[in-house]
């Protein structure tokens, strides 16, 4: 069975800093999706962004990238310049044809 | 916004009874999900579907059951509440074809039952 697991459950960072947030998944699978996604505290789930896993190459948004290690099933996400909106809830999520799978969430605080 | 949305919103029910949670999609998007969220678990899939009548148990599907009679809509059941079915319940719509592979999610249900 296919898990992900996000082995902070909490994370703080400085205004303007860097931080990094883990993520890794289990899978017999070799061709799948990876997400990183936010969730503030109004509950809605926004997409910050994804990675396919044929394509080698991490995947960049602005001040957020990746860190995909497909041999080591790690997926870890960095936001640079870190910014008192990016305070939230972060999930990371693993899908293959249909199932998709979240793991267990890391609370981002960013301290001013 | 992707045009999905839940009902309804909070539910306040007692234990042992039938509550039936509606997810209503008008995207047409082919997979349906429905999440339970709870502190320190993070989103935990319940059960999806990938057509309509096509549906698949996730990790915490006891106590669970669901329909897809329509593209549109997605039913969650339970059969018989209890205590520890008190969450918060996400429904996700997704496509994923090889460019769109993003999930959508509803605005959750908060169900309590008592």
């Known amino acids: 069975a296919q898990t992900v697991t996000q082995s902070q459950p909490e994370m703080s960072v400085q205004e303007a800093e860097t931080v990094t947030l883990s993520c890794t998944y289990d899978t017999s699978e070799s061709d799948y999706y990876l997400f990183w996604y936010k969730q503030p505290p109004s509950r809605q789930m926004i997409l910050v962004i994804r990675q396919e896993a044929y394509k080698q190459q991490n995947a960049t948004e602005n001040r957020f990238s990746v860190n995909f290690q497909k041999a080591a099933k790690s997926f870890s996400l960095k936001i640079s310049d870190s910014q008192l909106g990016d305070a939230a809830m972060y999930f990371c999520a693993w899908v293959n044809t249909g199932k998709l799978i979240f793991g267990q969430g890391t609370t981002l605080q960013v301290k001013p | 916004d992707a045009g999905i949305t839940q009902s309804p919103r909070h539910k306040v029910t007692e234990t042992g009874t039938p509550v039936t949670l509606r997810c209503h999609q008008t995207?047409?998007?082919?997979?349906m999900y429905w999440y339970r969220q709870d502190p320190g678990h993070g989103l935990r899939l319940i059960h999806y579907?990938?057509?309509?009548?096509?549906?698949d148990k996730g990790e915490v599907s006891d106590g669970y059951s669901v329909s897809r009679s329509k593209t549109e809509d997605f039913l969650l059941t339970l059969e018989s509440a209890t205590s520890s079915q008190t969450s918060v319940y996400f429904c996700?719509?997704?496509?994923?074809?090889?460019?769109?592979?993003?999930?959508?999610f509803g605005q959750g249900t908060r169900l309590t039952v008592v």
């Open positions: 996700a719509i997704s496509e994923q074809v090889r460019t769109n592979t993003e999930a959508f």
């Open positions: 995207e047409n998007h082919r997979y």
């Open positions: 579907s990938y057509g309509v009548k096509d549906t």
